[in-house]
């Protein structure tokens, strides 16, 4: 089974800042994995997306995202931070029977 | 206007009530997906689709029927609403090709509460 872990619930940071947020993944099949963010009072969106070929994705807004298949992580970066980033950011993997699995969320407030 | 829509938007109800949440989407996608958010708790699917005909429970579906009405609509019910069920939910759509089934686009959601 598939499973996301990621591994802080808040993440606070001051503006312009660089930020991680981290995401380890279990997986017993070929691995795609995702992040999605979730501005307040909305859906979420894909932030960008890992399906094969370069270990460094990069995605809308600044931020990328490196698959690191021994240490089974996906960590989300950016190296400098805006108020507007604040959100919250859930990392997810490609599940059985083509569903995600998505983590529990980190919530990222940018402070001034 | 937004591909993905979502009636209502807030919604609050007595236990006991039957309720119906609604999703239309313009995108054109085969697949579509109900899921509730739970603070600290991320997104569980509940029900997904993958085309008019093909409907699928998901990981926390007891309480919970859907109905695929046509390709474009996705109706969630709570045949018998109850506290527990007070949560955030999201209907998604997706694209049926091997890549992009994965790559879910998401309503602005319903906030339904019952007391």
């Known amino acids: 089974a598939q499973s996301v872990t990621q591994l802080d619930s808040q993440v606070p940071v001051f503006e312009e800042a660089p930020v991680e947020l981290r995401c380890n993944y279990s997986?017993?099949?070929?691995?795609?994995l995702f992040w999605y963010v979730q501005y307040p009072n909305q859906g979420l969106q894909l932030l960008l997306k890992?399906?094969?070929?370069?270990?460094l994705v990069k995605g809308i807004n600044g931020f990328e995202a490196e698959f690191n298949k021994s240490q089974t992580s996906f960590h989300l970066r950016k190296p400098s931070v805006h108020i507007s980033d604040t959100a919250e950011y859930f990392c997810?993997?490609?599940?059985?029977?083509?569903?995600?699995?998505f983590g529990k969320g980190t919530l990222l407030t940018v402070n001034p | 206007d937004a591909d993905v829509t979502q009636t209502p938007r807030n919604r609050i109800t007595k236990t006991g009530k039957r309720i119906m949440l609604e999703c239309s989407q313009t995108?054109?996608?085969?697949?579509m997906y109900w899921y509730r958010q739970d603070p600290g708790l991320g997104l569980r699917l509940i029900y997904y689709?993958?085309?008019?005909?093909?409907?699928n429970k998901g990981e926390i579906s007891d309480g919970y029927s859907v109905s695929r009405q046509a390709q474009a609509k996705f109706s969630l019910s709570l045949e018998s609403a109850i506290p527990n069920q007070t949560a955030l939910y999201f209907c998604?759509?997706?694209?049926?090709?091997?890549?992009?089934?994965?790559?879910?686009?998401f309503g602005p959601g319903t906030r339904l509460t019952v007391t």
């Open positions: 997810a993997v490609k599940g059985s029977n083509y569903k995600l699995t």
């Open positions: 689709s993958f085309d008019v005909k093909d409907i």
């Open positions: 890992y399906l094969s070929g370069s270990t």
């Open positions: 998604a759509t997706s694209d049926s090709g091997l890549a992009g089934v994965y790559e879910q686009y």
């Open positions: 995108k054109g996608h085969d697949r």
């Open positions: 997986s017993s099949v070929s691995v795609y």
